[in-house]
């Protein structure tokens, strides 16, 4: 650890632990290290809540955290790299909000169908589901939500899918509902796991429905969210990082926002690693946009707006929204335009109502929803037409 902050420009001491927002404003120039590995490069996260932060990957540092989560992630739920492979996730593989049919792109060498987050519908599943078919995909993976979105489409329209080998969540509380869901809809089990881009830590669900951390990836610390000292079992717990893999950018103590509990009971599989009970995560409601697609974030709606510390979506009515927004400075209106024409890029043809606010409510828990909905999903889909 000591010779990891020696390579540091920040000067940060053991005793510290620092958050989001100095990642955004350190992130590429104090917090990195002065004696880089080959192949470096900024990748950013979603931007769903507030302006991205950048973490920088080099090429070795790739190689270490691909083969992390081939043994923890793919192997213990029996699937490999070389597996035929769905995806749900932020990319935008498809341009435009109105776009049409296939809704779904190949990459051919990671033999992965990447489909899109964000026209998932009922119209649109049985086009998922020729994609799905057509790739002979063995497992799905990615955002929880949304692929919960399409399995259960899927089921209410009677498409019959293939039975895969397993289903890959993460990003969003896995509930017992979607599990059941993907169990009856595909025929297999579902394994949650935990990361983010930052890459500073990684839970995995073992063959016995245990999740557990990685320490040789990571050092996860639980901490009391109010005292800020070691929380008991069972208690929930503010997680703070310390990443093992990333020599060029190593995150020590970083409060990455999530909360989780630590169980202490051991796990049947034998592996000695810390057990977690649960990864409590965010429970964000879901847009259903005028065609009936369903979507529960929102990817890069704040991107290249430095001004933006925070953001939150507000959906009145199918095709009526507001953007709270607070900015360390006034908007221009060419930023107010990008941002009303993203949302435009994500649902369609909508109104967008901006609002600048001082500060964004709190959940008990400490943090915000990034997307409010005021809309209710009707089973049966004639709220939007489709009944």
Known sequence: MALIFKNLNCGICPGFHFRKNTLRKLGTSN????????????????????????????????QRWSAGFEARVRHWAGVTRDSPRGMIGGRRVVPEGSAKRPFYRYNFIEKQTYFSAYHISAANAADYLKGMKKHSVTYMNGYAMSNYFLARFLEENALEAPTLKAVLTSSEKLTPEMRATFQRVYGCKTYDAWSGVEACGLVSECEHGRLHSSPDIAILEFLDPDTGQPAQPGQLAEVVCTGLLNYDQPLIRYRIGDLMRLSEEPCPCGRQMPVIQEIVGRIEDTVIGADGREILRFHGIFVGIPSIVEGQIIQQDYTH?????????????????????RMKSQLGEVKV??????????????????????IKRSISLNDVGLG
């Open 321 to 341: 929204f507001e953007v709270k927004i607070v900015a360390s400075n006034a908007l221009t209106e060419a930023e107010r335009q990008l941002i009303h024409q």
């Open 353 to 374: 109502d901006i609002i600048e606010v001082g500060n964004i409510p709190r959940e008990p828990n400490g943090k915000f929803k990034s997307v409010i909905s005021n």
């Open 31 to 62: 917090l990195i290290s002065k004696q880089p590995e080959p192949g470096r490069q900024f990748f950013g996260s979603s931007g769903s809540t507030g302006t991205p932060t950048q973490i920088l990957f080099s090429q070795p540092m790739h």
